[in-house]
């Protein structure tokens, strides 16, 4: 099975601050890689399929970039309303979708 | 629009059994890959199951020989049995939409639509 490996587990930062989380796979996902947004006590959100194609209606200061077993998901500019847990998922050993165990963003 | 709207949860000692339910509206199940994800309390997300247009079924370790999926194409449901509960599968569980993609020459997938999820408490 593949492993997923998110880092950091958690981190803290200010509104206006660019945040960076990293995912890696223990082996390699090409392209095959989702970003999820998850708020207490809702269900998660898709931010980004494919490593980098933002879902229809998220901000564009989300990006994602990547491939093979390393990727990245970054907010270019933290907003009030984006202090979530993300979280990566691998889609190409199919059909297990793997997540990673999650970035808690807080202020 | 699209909605996936969970029933079913609720307490039960372990050994016993639960049967959990998705209505889905906006698309058809026959049309779709639908997925089961499910997260115990305070831990990250778990997929556990998925049902292919085809209704081929996938199950993940943990719940292979005790969880069922299973699809009514006249109602529109997905249902997702449960037998030989456990404490550890105590958790909020997620029917998902798994919607495929075709960029670049490539398909990928990714779960789009969610539900609200629904709880159950594996506990004596």
């Known amino acids: 099975d593949i492993q997923m490996t998110q880092s950091p587990s958690s981190l803290a930062a200010s509104v206006g601050d660019r945040v960076s989380i990293t995912c890696r796979a223990s082996?390699?996902?090409?392209?095959?890689l989702n970003w999820y947004q998850q708020k207490p006590g809702r269900a998660p959100k898709l931010l980004i399929y494919?490593?980098?194609t933002l879902n229809s209606g998220v901000p564009s200061r989300f990006s994602g970039v990547g491939s093979g077993t390393h990727f990245t998901l970054t907010i270019s500019s933290l907003q009030p309303e984006d202090f979530a847990t993300y979280y990566c998922?691998?889609?190409?050993?199919?059909?297990?979708?793997?997540f990673g165990q999650g970035t808690k963003v807080e202020i | 629009e699209v909605q996936l709207v969970e029933s079913g949860g609720g307490s039960v000692q372990p050994g016993g059994s639960l049967r959990l339910s998705c209505a889905v509206s906006g698309i058809t199940v026959t049309s779709n890959y639908f997925s089961w994800v499910r997260q115990a309390p305070g831990k990250g997300l778990e997929w556990v199951s998925i049902i292919y247009r085809s209704g081929s079924k996938y199950y993940a370790d943990s719940v292979k020989g005790r969880f069922s999926i299973s699809r009514e194409d006249s109602d529109n449901t997905l249902h997702l049995h449960m037998n030989s509960l456990r404490a550890e599968d105590s958790a909020v569980y997620y029917c998902v939409r798994d919607q495929w993609y075709y960029l670049d020459r490539s398909g990928y997938y990714a779960f789009d639509h969610w539900g609200q999820g629904i709880l159950v408490t594996v506990s004596s």
């Open positions: 082996q390699s996902l090409y392209n095959s």
């Open positions: 494919a490593a980098s």
């Open positions: 998922q691998q889609s190409y050993d199919t059909p297990r979708r793997t």
